[in-house]
């Protein structure tokens, strides 16, 4: 099965690492949509690290695993265009984006993807753990 993950995924945390090992659990080839620095900056209320380390970190985190990175410019991506896609691992945070990803898959003719739903990881205080308390 083809999976897709999408994000900033600025400070790998373990939030990031569980969608992650999910959608790799299920991908055969896992291709994950890693926001270009311009959609961040329109996204993002923070300064995002560039790009380059962001990929980079991806990479060594997912090394040896069938995986391919591809810039995304917007919140569709490459996911609502892409005909060997399967599935869509999200958040409970992010099911929405899913569904409209859905929505233009069949505008477009092509058959919806599985969306596989994780819940957000918190930390030891019940909090959202999110990049912008990593270090």
Do not use: Q, W
């Not at 999408?6 to 080839?29: I, M, P, R």
């Not at 380390?53 to 695993?65: A, D, F």
């Amino acid at each position: 099965m083809n999976v897709c993950v999408g994000g900033t995924f600025d400070k790998l945390h373990e939030g990031h690492k569980y969608l992650l090992d999910v959608a790799c659990a299920f991908s055969e080839t896992l291709f994950v949509g890693l926001t270009s620095d311009e959609f961040a900056r329109r996204t993002k209320k923070r300064e995002i690290r560039p790009y380059s380390v962001r990929k980079h970190e991806l990479e060594k985190y997912l090394e040896g695993k069938p995986v391919e990175i591809i810039e995304i410019d917007d919140m569709y991506g490459f996911a609502a265009d892409m005909k060997d896609l399967d599935a869509i691992v999200v958040s409970t945070e992010t099911y929405a984006k899913a569904c409209k990803i859905n929505k233009k898959r069949e505008e477009k003719g092509l058959k919806p993807l599985l969306i596989i739903v994780i819940p957000l990881i918190k930390d030891e205080k019940g909090n959202k753990i999110s990049s912008r308390g990593v270090r």
